[in-house]
């Protein structure tokens, strides 16, 4: 019998991209989660291709005995219950770096943003304020010969690392795995504390993934240590930063801005008082998906079906599974 794979249907999803690279020989099912498509395809299923959902849940796992595979299709698993998975006995792959290089552009993209005010003077234009009417009140920087500092060095800092450098700028990290002299000399980048990171980078870029240890990494206490004419720029996940200290923080200059991309509550709340601030440059948690890399998501993912078929270990296990 072929081997079966679910995909939960989703709008950041290409379907026809999915259906055109599917593996011959396996058997694939699209539904969206909960439908009665999906549950009827839930028994036999041998992998799960989609995003992280809480529904998805022990008994979740009780209803799909034969699953082997929970392949994301994201970088980040905060959604997953792990200890649910572990209990099943399946295995949970992240998306093996595929939206690394969309992402790594997002966050410079945010760092020239603010560092420059596009928003502000697209505005302008707009308005018929040209230049803002007031040209000297307004500073703008380039990026050239500014610290940044990257707080997490997985693929996608690492790709951050290497942008950053082609725009002249001097880079130092913090993480938990610090990697070797000879990639730090070859990333031109040097290893520092958190609190060094802080103090003294002009930007300050996230790219950790969601656990309880990195829940509100960077507070108030945090946010202190930083200058105040550093930006803070956010591609991973909101509640990295305790977002009431951010806001608090905007406001009283403690930080001279930010580039978000993900928010504490997704979608944030009409009333979010970021929205009222004049010093961030918000996106919708679009950093990851772009039209470039769908093809890379689902070979990835496909490619993990298709090794856990053949008997072999999935590549990409997130680490509290390893």
């Known amino acids: 019998m072929a081997p079966k794979i679910l995909m939960m249907d989703s709008p950041l999803s290409d379907i026809p991209t999915a259906r055109e690279i599917a593996p011959a020989g396996m058997e694939l099912t699209i539904a969206p989660l909960g439908s009665d498509a999906f ?12 995003f992280g959902n809480k529904a998805i849940d022990a008994g979740f796992y009780a209803a799909a005995p034969k699953l082997k595979l929970l392949q994301l299709l994201s970088a ?11 209990g099943a006995g399946v295995a949970v792959c ?25 928003v502000w003077q697209h505005e302008s234009v707009v308005s018929g304020r040209w230049r803002g009417n007031n040209p000297g009140s307004t500073k703008l920087f380039e990026l050239r010969d500014k610290v940044l500092g990257l707080v997490g060095f997985g693929a996608i800092g690492k790709k951050v690392a290497r942008l950053a450098n082609a725009f002249g700028m001097r880079v130092q990290y913090y ?7 000879a990639e730090e000399d070859a990333l031109h980048v040097r290893f520092r504390l958190l609190n060094e990171i802080l103090r003294s980078s002009d930007l300050v870029s996230l790219h950790v993934p969601l656990t309880p240890g990195s829940r509100h990494l960077i507070g108030a206490a945090e946010l202190a240590l930083m200058k105040p004419s550093a930006y803070l720029v956010n591609t991973s996940r909101g509640p990295v930063i305790d977002e009431k200290a951010l806001v608090a923080a905007l406001e009283g200059g403690v930080i001279a801005g930010a580039g978000l991309d993900v928010f504490d509550q997704e979608p944030p709340p009409t009333d979010n008082p970021l929205f009222k601030l004049q010093n961030v440059i918000l996106t919708p948690h679009y950093a990851g998906p772009t039209w470039d890399n769908q093809q890379a998501r689902f070979r990835n993912a496909f490619d993990n079906c298709q090794r856990v078929a053949r008997g072999e270990a999935p590549l990409w296990v997130i680490p509290e599974l390893q």
């Open 39 to 50: 549950k009827a395809a839930m028994a036999d299923a041998d992998f799960l291709v989609g």
């Open 175 to 181: 993480d938990i795995r610090r990697v070797s002299e």
């Open 76 to 86: 980040g698993y905060d959604t997953v219950d792990i200890e649910a998975a572990r």
């Open 94 to 118: 992240n998306n093996g770096g595929a939206n690394s290089t969309a992402v790594s552009e997002h966050a410079i993209m945010l760092m020239m943003a603010v560092c420059r005010r596009l």
